[in-house]
Structures are given as C-alpha cells and as structure tokens.
C-alpha cells in the first residue's frame, strides 16, 4: 500500500474502505492479488451493468483493436461512429418512438450534464435551472451547482449559483401537494424566482440515497415542465442503461424528457463514454461550440454497439432485470423487518437498491462487515444512512443470492453493537 499512500492524493476514497489490491474482475466477482474473490454489488458504480470483462463485448474490443482501426477520432467521422449510431436508432430510439440528436459531449458523465445545461440556457435564454434536494449531478462546476450534497458543493472553492432547490418526491411530510412550493414561485412575480430554463432531475436518485421517484410524480413533473414552458432534463447516467429494468428509467412513468443524458454503462465495458441526446429542435448548437478531446473514443463505441445488439434487441433482458429486481427487493424486505427496530426499511427500482436506517453508522457498519466477507458494495445518502446495491445486471440469481447472504450476516453483526432507533 505504500506506494498509493505515497504518490497518490488524499482525494482518493473508495480504496479507503476497500484496503486491498484488485488484480482481476469477470463477470460478477473481482480479485485482489493474491486471489481472493470478491462478489461485486457495485458495478464500478454502475457502469458495469453487464459485468466485468463480458466475453462477447470483450471479442468485439479485441478485434477491432488487433485490427488498427482507428482508436482516437475527436468528432470526426469513422465507421465505429456510424455504426454506434445506427444500431442506437434501430435499437434504442425508434422502438421507443423517440426523435433525439446525440451529442458525443465528452468521456464522462459529467459532460454530459454540462452540455444539457448549457444547451437548456443557449436554447433558453434563461439561466436558472431547477434541482432537487439530494440529487446528484456531477463534480464540474455546472454540474456541481445542481448537486445537493454539502460535502461536494464545498469542494467547489467558488459560488454555486443559477439554480433553484425543490422537494423531491417524498421529501416533504406526505401531506404537501407536489410541486406546491415551485408553482407558487413560478405563479408570483414577486417570489424572487426568475423563469427556469431546465428542470434536471434523477428518477432514482443513486447517490442521494436510492431516492426513486414516483411515475406520477415524474409524469406531474413533466406535465409542470410543459405548462410553463421549462425544459425537462433527466440525468439517467447511473440509473439509464437497464439499471432500472427498461433501457431508460423514465420509460415506466411513460414521459418524453427534452433532454437525456446518459454515460456509465452505455459502452458496455466499463470504458468512457457519455451522450446528451435532446429532441431535435433543440439542436441550436454552432459547430465547435463544445467540444473536448475525448468525444471519440472508438473503442467504447464498438463495445457500445455489441452491448445493444446482444441485450437490447428484445425485451427479454429488461424482464429479466426486472425479476432480479424483484427478488432483490424481497430479500431486503425481509432483512429490513429482522431490523425494524433499527428503522430500517427498503428503497429503489430495479436493480437499484438499498437498504436504508434511520441510525447512523450502521450501513457504514454493514458495508465493512459485507466487504470483510467477500462482498463489494458501498454507501449513500446525505449521511451514508443506506447500504447501496448495484449488482452487474448479468449476476445470476445464484450470485445474487449468495450476495444477499453475505449481506444479511453482515447486518446482523453491524446492528449487535447499535442501540435500536
């Protein structure tokens, strides 16, 4: 460990609760170096939905490389491009009824989400854009000053502004109407609030604490979008790509965003790549008006494109996530009620789960505890108070499983020393 210790910044964080040496990853497990394994309930925070190293997406990547094709394209065209983005259409769009422009905003998904809001202002002419209480939008500036973590926002070093903060769903006390307090500023022109150019919202918020937002909620939400003439951005970075079940987690709700921006798991393989897609009218850009060094990088398209071929191409992955999902959701059940004097309860959709108590420190526990088991997840929420699941969508129900029983030990230990709520 020296050598991290030695060379490497304090900003590192993962590692700290994971002090081990990873070496190799396939499919669903990982392993240090000296060969132990781990099962993996994080996905590379979830941008490994089909598993580390997967062999079909890994044989594509193998030969498009040992065949000199082209790596490094900035926005110029090549053939993986062309095909990333026909098989995108053909796969992902037009079943879906949905006439977006891609942007090929940058290598993260943080670009991403700069791109969308600076293309909602230019679009706009606005400059304030609505956020939710703890969403999670990235660590660039913009992105930042949509992020309502304290922590991060404090990283910043300078203001955070042109942004307005509303309840997300379930954050008031259940008897408020939504969206009450946004329509009472957007109806008063003395409230101090200037018209929006976007709303940007997560419909599972992953970071903030596995959040998921009602479909009528969000259908709510983009029905106030519409009525007032405000640009709907959802960021499905973590929560896009099938996490959820269907390949986008806003189809359930049935809505259609302006703005989508996706990144994670859209290579596939774990390699960098986002996209903003936005509805075509939208598309006001002038040519290099943002741009970036790595929008082409070849090599995550490839995989990208044989990752819709091989589990998009009907909707019999999706169910099948949906089902994991469900028996996810049972297993948690049934830790949460052996807890509940601990306030611990469930949340998420799909394959998006957590495990959540009202006392802190004891999802911190169990994650130490599942860690020192053979088992990789992390934590979230405003105060780390959910122990975090993101399986790969792969994971059999065999692994999953034995995950879940690794995990339900480690809550047993974690709560021995707590008091109850």
Known sequence: MDTFQRLESEVRGYCRNWPVVFDRAVGSHVYDETGKPFLDFFAGAGSLNYGHNNPELKTSLIEYLTDDKIVHSLDAYSVAKREFLKTFEEIILKPRNLDYKIQFPGPAGNNAVEAALKLARKYTGRETIVNFTNGFHGMTLGALAVTGNSMKRGGAGVPLGHVATMPFDNYMDGKTPDFLWLRSLLDDSGSGLDKPAAVIVETVQGEGGINAASAQWLRDLSELCREYEILLIVDDIQMGCGRTGDFFSFEEAGIVPDIVTLSKSISGYGLPMALTLFKRELDVWEPGEHNGTFRGFNPAMVT??????????????????????????????????????????????????????????????????????????????????????????????????????????????AVKVAQPA
């Not at 309860?345 to 088991?373: N, P």
């Open 304 to 413: 990208g494109s044989e990752a819709l071929r091989r589990y998009w191409s009907d909707s019999s992955f999706a169910d099948s996530v949906k089902a994991k999902g469900d028996m996810v959701a049972a297993r948690l059940a049934e830790m949460a009620a052996e807890h509940a004097e601990f306030g611990a309860h469930v949340r998420g959709r799909g394959l998006a789960r957590g495990l959540a108590f009202e006392q802190d420190g004891i999802a911190k526990k169990v994650a130490a505890e599942s860690f020192d088991r053979g088992l990789l997840l992390e934590t979230s929420g405003p105060e780390d108070e959910v122990a975090k699941l993101l399986p790969p969508l792969t994971a059999s129900e065999e692994e999953l499983t034995a995950g879940l029983d690794i995990m339900a030990d480690a809550v047993r230990a």
